[in-house]
């Protein structure tokens, strides 16, 4: 009787500790079809709900941003780190026109196509985010003086 409680118990805490360590913000790609490095997430636009096929490893994650700021017209831009900005142009130079999915705490908030190669530091994220999702989000980023 203990053995069974004993291996519920290991595969909750398994599982909070897989659910814990997905990226409250990361940057996807987007592909056509279903394969076996994608999950299927949905995406609410204008109304709509699109089923996207967003690869599991992300191009850029929690650690390759630097600072977030809600500007005064409610959009959200973002720093990416110097090591997270090679990585994202590195990762979107054949992306072209092609569709990322932008995912916070496990949700797609926006599903851009691209239509720049390189992007440099700064990103701006300007619709379908909650303020206070969006306020979150900032409060986990450090303050700017550094505090």
């Known amino acids: 009787m203990k053995f069974p409680l004993l291996a519920l118990i290991v595969l909750l805490a398994a599982l909070g500790c ?7 913000m990361a940057f996807a ?23 996207l096929h967003v690869e599991t490893t992300p191009i850029v994650a929690d650690a390759d941003f630097e ?3 809600i500007l005064p017209d409610g959009m ?7 090591a997270g900005e090679k990585k994202f142009d590195e ?5 072209y026109q092609k569709q990322i999915a932008i995912v916070i705490n496990g949700r797609v908030v926006c599903a851009p196509s691209l239509e720049a190669t390189s992007f440099g ?6 619709h379908n985010l909650p303020r206070e999702e ?7 980023f450090p303050r700017k003086d550094g505090r």
């Open 134 to 140: 969006a306020k979150a989000l900032v409060a986990s």
């Open 121 to 126: 530091r700064e990103l701006t994220i300007s």
């Open 67 to 69: 600072r977030a700021e």
């Open 76 to 82: 959200l831009k973002l720093w990416l780190t110097e």
């Open 29 to 51: 790609k987007v592909l056509k079809e279903q394969s076996s490095s994608t999950r299927e997430m949905s995406y609410e636009f204008s109304g709509k709900t699109f089923l």
């Open 91 to 95: 990762a979107v130079r054949d992306w």
């Open 18 to 24: 897989a659910r814990a360590a997905e990226p409250s």
